[in-house]
């Protein structure tokens, strides 16, 4: 779970802390610890890839995109070139 975060979900993890009543605050750290924790966990089962990967995918999607318009280009300059039957 590195790829996630870690001072966004501490933050998150904070002002959820933040929103409970003023009555349980004195649990304090422990209620932030345990949003993380409950936070950490849910997230870790989502399928999801780092940056790296999605732009690294995205790269090669753009390179197979202008592949296929180059092909489609050189098949419609084939099917001009060849006369019908």
Do not use: H, W, Y
Request: proline share 4%; net charge neutral.
């Amino acid at each position: 779970m590195g790829f996630i975060n870690t001072a966004a979900l501490d933050d998150l993890a904070r002002r959820l802390a933040d929103s409970v009543p003023q009555s349980l605050r004195a649990l304090g750290r422990d209620l932030e610890g345990n949003f993380k924790a409950v936070l950490q966990a849910q997230l870790s089962k989502l399928d999801l890839v780092t940056r790296q990967d999605f732009d690294v995918q995205t790269a090669l999607l753009a390179r197979a995109r202008e592949q296929l318009a180059a092909l489609e280009k050189r098949l419609a300059e084939l099917e001009a070139k060849t006369p019908a039957p």
